[in-house]
């Protein structure tokens, strides 16, 4: 199989990422995991952001079982301005995650929460999303209600925003939790209103 086919066909389609998964898949099913390390990090030289897409994915999932994979995706990926290469980090921590168990993973969740770089910080936001629907954090919405607020008067907007979206999502479920969360905030910060006013638009 020849990975310029898949390339070409991928960089035909501009929304969406069932094709870069399925591109994905076709790789794994092609070359060991050490050639799909290498062609990650040579797709991630890519001028095209689905060739980026589908590199991020395929670390993704050499991640579960990768150190180099997890180091790149967290230093490397996450510096990459094209927003839709940003979701797939956020695919692809979740997909590390969800191999080791949510549980399990909260010293790596801790980790990447609390790096200087927002995207890293995002990949886990909105990553985990919906949060409450994930085992463990299913049985502790106060854990993962503590983890994303942290970051609600974070300097980047795109990531209020997707903490603000987090918030929201468990306020369908947990609003009384939520709304407790929500009242302890400095709503003279223009930051923390921002995400405030995204977290409690469910709530009455």
């Not at 990650?40 to 897409?53: C, I």
């Not at 180099?68 to 692809?92: G, H, P, Y």
């Not at 629907?133 to 049985?139: D, G, I, L, V």
């Not at 300097?155 to 603000?164: A, D, H, I, M, Q």
């Amino acid at each position: 199989m020849n990975v310029d086919n898949i390339l070409s066909r991928i960089l035909e389609i501009e929304h969406g990422f069932q094709h870069i998964l399925g591109g994905a898949d076709e790789v794994f099913s092609a070359y060991s995991k050490e050639q799909c390390f290498e062609l990650a990090l040579t797709l991630f030289e890519h001028e095209a952001y689905q060739a980026r897409m589908l590199a991020t994915t395929i670390l993704g999932r050499l991640a579960t079982t990768n150190n180099d994979a997890l180091r790149f995706l967290k230093e490397q990926v996450s510096t990459d301005e094209n927003w839709r290469v940003q979701e797939m980090l956020a695919k692809a921590f979740d997909e590390v995650c969800k191999h080791s168990g949510y549980e399990a993973s909260l010293p790596l969740i801790e980790e990447w929460i609390n790096d200087g770089n927002p995207n890293v910080i995002r990949a886990v936001t909105e990553g985990l999303r919906i949060w409450t629907s994930r085992p463990f954090f299913k049985e502790n919405p106060a854990v993962a209600i503590a983890l994303i607020s942290k970051h609600k008067a974070h300097e980047s907007e795109y990531l209020r925003k997707s903490v603000g979206n987090a918030l929201r999502d468990i306020s369908k479920k947990h609003a009384e939790l939520v709304q407790s969360e929500v009242q302890t905030w400095d709503l003279s910060n223009s930051k923390v209103l921002f995400t405030y006013k995204l977290a409690t638009k469910l709530l009455k």
